[in-house]
């Protein structure tokens, strides 16, 4: 099983990446669960096939406890699992102590036990905020993370502050950062500037994904590229970039 | 495995103070807690209020201490629990859960004059807003109700919980324009002992009544103080409490301690007879007990005393006292050093330059028992856990001695413990004291 | 309402049921909070503290620390107190303050482990669960860190397990289980969380016996079965027909007999009709056996505000989530004897019969934790006393 983070700047197209990536290695014959640690509770939109995903928090703001993994699970396209962990209404609460609690809930009825996935994504809000925003890094959870940037200043920022975030934990033993995923917005010399910020961090840049109107097409009726039209180049380049990551499991 | 614990020389102490650091424990240790450690508590003082009640929201475990000091002093019915859970945390629902329970609380007893809710840490760190949950509640009942915090993780900071929680109790209390001769004591949790010169010398002055949270029978009497025309703060766990009321309910106040030395004694009647106005005549007293020192000195004889911290005063002023009775004074135990201890420590120094000041939450004391310290006999039940052979005076927060009659009833309660003393840990457990 | 308690106070928390547990075996134990929660353990849960030289502290956890996960801090404070006294281990709980903010114990864990050398034991405790949960896992750590392997014979040695003052009391009750069992045969008899140090500890797995009295020994025993093939009994002998079967059961592990010793007293028959014990589910367990074997009560059920375990379960047993489970179970089953912690006392209702008390640490504290009620073996005195005279027949 590999579990890998994605982190980026908020608005960076992290969930779109991550749900594509999953669509695209279910569809090679791998089992995939992807957790959505957002208390917006939409990363997982474009997989769960039209059905109802209750968010895990939602449901324990419902029922105080939950006993059973179909309450707060969905299998939607191929079969990938989805998990949403939600989160409090804005403005009162804790966010980040969500993941938390959401974590502990998927611990105790054994869903990695269950599913048995070959991946788990976890796609996770923003840069990190706080601790419960840090959970995806720690030892049991991710071992791998991968950051969803552009050449925008504001992207690189957050990249860096995750960068910061992981080499502070390195003493815990938290997961390892594989690199970059570059999510074009067409900037100028956009590649040339994510090439020369991943160098001075030390890390590769393993995917260019190109603009693509398709993605919002399919989008807009609640699927991937990739579930949409697999012959897209768009979907053809992110059927690539999975293998990249299937790679990297196998070269480590 | 043993290790010397963690002490300084009064002059240390000293230097230390002048040199800006101010706290004893030395950079940022882990904190003993010995049995003796704790006090009143948040919910025992909030209790204060008059025909309140009280309702404590926090993760089950936090109101355990409280409680059952509740149940061992009498006051656990007034006082209920709304346990937050994981789901709470997350969600904040536990603000709404409050209100609901409120509902159910006001169902099941009396109409209550008044309503505290209590908060812990927790609502700290998720700034939850008890403040706003407070004045909803106050509408849907029409009862007061006001906010509090058991928050020691805020302990550091400016707003401390022993001192919030005094201005809790007194933010019941409505403003009054028209002011009477009479004034409000502030800082101690009980009102000054009857038997204290110190009524006496007020009424002589013309200042009648003197109000005390403590001596209100009634939700009423407690609104009263809000027409008295001054603050008189006794001890410096009031002072948020003192400048709350100078604000907003217009009373203006001073800081006339409780002191046991003649000359502290003095110096507070003399601060009250400048900022009041008035003219007290106190030399009599003053010779009075001057006569009961040395009456009580010949009976005790020379004997050697530890000073700890968890007492009815100031433990450096106390030693002081205690010296300048004629005692000695190897040892204090106390955890912090305020700016009004000051003086207290220089004179200390100049006159016993070796005392030795221990910290009681030190690490380090977790060996103490090894020591085994030597005195006749211990002023609070911390100084007489670590000189575990010594008898203990309690000196404790439960009345309040002031003026004239704290060198009195100190002397008292020393002879007391000298001549029919009572099992330490007894004593100790029996006064529910809650960290 | 849910969660709304009006009558008992808080229980003790989980982080307390940890420090119970680790109280004698020598370690460095810090509880992550503000020592409000310390003062929670300290004063109210552990009766062993006065004069005692135990290094459990608090981590003196601020606000600015937290709000910023200054974690160094933490782990600074812990270095220097390791350094200047050395001990065996260092074990770091969790309150509701790092429960907010996530810290990751684990991984402080990890940290400490590497810069100190010693074992570093890391609880997840939030003191929103109960002090059984902190024990049980407590009991776990231990085994798992501190249990050498056994390969060789078994010994005449018996571990007790559960045996914290929060359930068991100061100590005298397992004193007096010790006895019976050195009777039986056991030579070598430690009780973890009471007299056993990690040197007893360590030779659990040479056990041919392992005795649970507390639901907090349960998975440590189950642990214990699993990796060394020791069986478990779970119960406390209480009155004379308990404590033969107990008696010939632990000895008939050493291939020995023991021949009953006197035969049981029985009440009148039909004194009790039903009978209810609210308590720690092993200890109300054994008050049932207690109830059945000596006094002849036949329905008797055992409710709980605590972790309740399947193989311990009997029909009418009720787990107690609020207190108003309990004054509804009282209401509809109208039992004519009951036995509890004497704060359960306003639940009950106004038609019950006869109440009797039995304190249990975990729930009333330091109220009654100087006279608590001898019951192991033919001692009974406290419980029996109030039993021989029912207060009224059904």
Not at chain 1, 115 to 125: A, G, S
Not at chain 2, 386 to 393: H, L, W, Y
Not at chain 2, 398 to 405: I, N, S
Not at chain 3, 360 to 378: F, G, I, M, Q, T
Request: with cysteine.
């Amino acid at each position: 099983m590999r579990r890998i983070a994605i982190y980026g700047k908020g608005g960076i197209g992290k969930s779109t990446i991550t749900s594509t990536l999953s669509a695209a290695l279910s569809t090679m014959g791998y089992r995939v669960m992807q957790v959505g640690c957002d208390p917006k509770a939409d990363s997982t939109i474009t997989l769960t096939a039209g059905k109802t995903l209750t968010p895990i928090m939602d449901y324990l703001k419902e029922h105080g406890k939950c006993d059973s993994l179909e309450e707060i699970t969905v299998q939607g396209f191929n079969g990938i699992v989805c998990v949403e962990t939600g989160g409090p209404t804005p403005g009162i609460g804790c966010a980040g102590r969500g993941i938390i609690t959401s974590f502990n809930v998927l611990d105790e009825l054994g869903a990695y036990q269950v599913f048995n996935p070959d991946f788990v994504f976890y796609d996770v809000l923003g840069d990190v905020v706080c601790g419960g925003f840090a959970l995806p890094l720690r030892q049991g959870y991710a071992d791998e993370v991968i950051i969803v940037t552009s050449g925008e200043p504001m992207a690189l920022f957050a990249a860096g502050n995750i960068k910061k975030a992981l080499d502070n934990f390195a003493e815990r033993d938290y997961a390892q950062l594989r690199g970059l995923i570059l999510n074009l917005r067409n900037i100028e010399r956009e590649e040339e500037i994510v090439y020369d910020f991943a160098e001075r961090m030390g890390v590769p840049v393993f995917g260019i994904i190109p603009r693509d109107k398709n993605i919002q097409l399919y989008e807009s009726r609640q699927q991937t590229v990739i579930e949409g039209d697999p012959a897209l180049n768009i979907s053809r380049s992110i059927m690539k970039l999975a293998e990249q990551i299937i790679d990297l499991g196998e070269a480590s | 495995m043993a290790c010397a614990p963690y002490s300084l020389s009064i002059t240390e102490l000293k230097t230390a103070v002048e040199s800006g650091t101010r706290k004893l424990l030395d950079g940022g240790s882990l904190r003993y807690c010995p049995p003796s450690a704790g006090g009143w508590g948040i919910i025992r003082v909030g209790l204060l209020v008059p025909e309140s009640i009280m309702l404590f929201v926090s993760p089950a475990g936090c109101g355990r201490h409280g409680a059952i000091a509740g149940l061992q002093l009498g006051f656990r019915q007034r006082l209920f629990f709304l346990y937050v859970d994981e789901v709470d945390l997350v969600t904040g629902r536990h603000l709404e859960r409050a209100k609901e329970a409120v509902e159910e609380i006001l169902a099941s007893i009396s109409r209550p004059r008044a309503i505290m809710i209590c908060a812990t840490c927790i609502d700290d760190l998720l700034v939850s807003d008890y403040e706003k949950l407070a004045e909803e509640v106050e509408n849907d009942y029409r009862i007061p109700v006001r906010a509090c915090h058991m928050n020691p993780i805020a302990m550091d900071g400016k707003k401390p919980p022993q001192l919030t929680i005094q201005k809790a109790i007194h933010e019941f209390i409505p403003a009054v324009k028209q002011k009477e001769q009479a004034i409000n004591m502030l800082g101690s949790f009980a009102a000054i002992n009857r038997g204290s010169e110190f009524y006496e010398l007020m009424a002589g002055a013309g200042v009648s009544p003197v109000r005390h949270i403590a001596a209100c029978s009634t939700f009423d009497d407690l609104c009263s103080m809000g027409r008295s025309f001054y603050n008189v703060l006794i001890k410096p766990g009031g002072k948020l409490a003192a400048e709350y009321m100078a604000k907003a309910l217009n009373i203006p106040y001073c800081y006339a301690p409780v002191s046991y030395g003649l000359e502290a004694i003095a110096a507070s009647y003399r601060k009250l007879e400048e900022q009041l106005g008035i003219s007290l005549d106190t030399a009599a007293y003053y010779e009075k007990t001057e006569k009961a020192i040395n009456y009580y000195r010949k009976i005790l004889g020379s004997i050697s005393i530890a000073v700890g911290e968890n007492i009815n005063a100031c433990p450096f002023e106390l030693a002081r006292a205690l010296l300048s009775y004629g005692f000695e004074v190897p040892y204090i135990f106390t955890d912090q050093v305020l700016d009004i201890d000051r003086e207290n420590i220089n004179w200390l120094a100049e006159r016993r330059p070796h005392i030795k000041v221990f910290t009681n939450a030190h690490p380090s004391m977790a060996n103490f028992l090894d020591e085994k310290l030597k005195v006749d006999l211990a002023i609070g039940f911390d100084a007489g856990y670590f000189c575990s052979g010594a008898k203990t005076a309690a000196l404790s927060m439960d009345c309040q001695a002031y003026g004239f009659e704290a060198a009195n009833s100190l002397l008292k309660e020393m002879t007391l413990a000298m001549n029919n003393p009572h099992s330490h840990r007894e004593q100790m457990y029996a006064a529910g004291l809650v960290l | 309402m849910k969660g709304l308690y009006k009558y008992l106070p808080p229980f003790a928390p989980d982080y307390s049921g940890v420090c119970s547990v680790l109280f004698n075996l020598n370690g460095i134990v810090i509880i992550h909070d503000a020592s409000g929660c310390t003062g929670n353990f300290t004063g109210y849960d552990e009766p062993r503290w006065y004069g005692s030289n135990a290094a459990i502290f608090s981590s003196g956890l601020r606000e600015i620390e937290a709000v910023l996960g200054d974690d160094e801090r933490l782990i600074n404070r812990i270095m220097e107190a390791v350094e200047r006294m050395p001990r065996n281990f260092v074990a770091l709980l969790g309150s509701p303050a790092p429960a907010v903010i996530g810290t990751d114990m684990q991984a402080l864990a990890r940290i400490l482990k590497a810069r100190s050398g010693l074992p570093v034991l890391s609880f997840d405790t939030t003191g929103i669960k109960y002090y059984d949960t902190g024990a049980s896992q407590a009991y776990l750590e231990i085994a798992r860190n501190f249990v050498k392997p056994w390969n060789g014979k078994k010994q005449a040695l018996v571990n007790i397990l559960g045996a914290i003052p929060l359930d068991m009391g100061k100590g005298k009750r397992v004193r007096d289980i010790g006895l019976l069992l050195r009777q039986c045969g056991f030579s070598k008899v430690y009780a973890w969380g009471q007299n056993a140090g990690l040197k007893e500890i360590s030779q659990a797995g040479a056990a041919s016996l392992n005795l649970v009295v507390a639901y907090s020994g349960l998975a440590v025993a189950r642990y214990l079965h699993e990796h060394f093939a020791t069986p478990y009994m779970v119960g406390i002998p209480i009155g004379q027909g308990s404590t033969n079967q107990f008696m010939r059961t632990a000895s008939s592990v050493l291939g020995l007999e023991t021949p009953p010793r006197t035969t049981p007293y029985l009440l009148p028959p039909n004194t009790y009709a039903q009978a209810l014990v609210i308590g720690e589910q092993v200890m109300a367990g054994s008050i049932r056996s207690f109830l059945r074997l000596d006094w002849g009560i036949r329905k008797v059920n055992v409710a709980s505000f605590f972790a309740m375990d399947k193989e311990l379960w009997e029909e009418g047993d009720k787990f107690l989530e609020e207190e108003d489970d309990l004054s509804s179970l009282c209401q509809k089953e109208n039992y004519d004897l009951i036995i509890g912690d004497p704060l359960y006392e306003n639940l009950l209702g106004a038609n019950q019969g006869r109440f009797i008390h039995f304190p249990h640490v975990a729930v009333s504290s330091r109220l009654y934790w100087d006279n608590e009620p001898a019951c192991v073996s033919k001692q009974l005195e406290g419980l029996s006393s109030k039993l021989k005279t029912p207060a009224r027949r059904t």
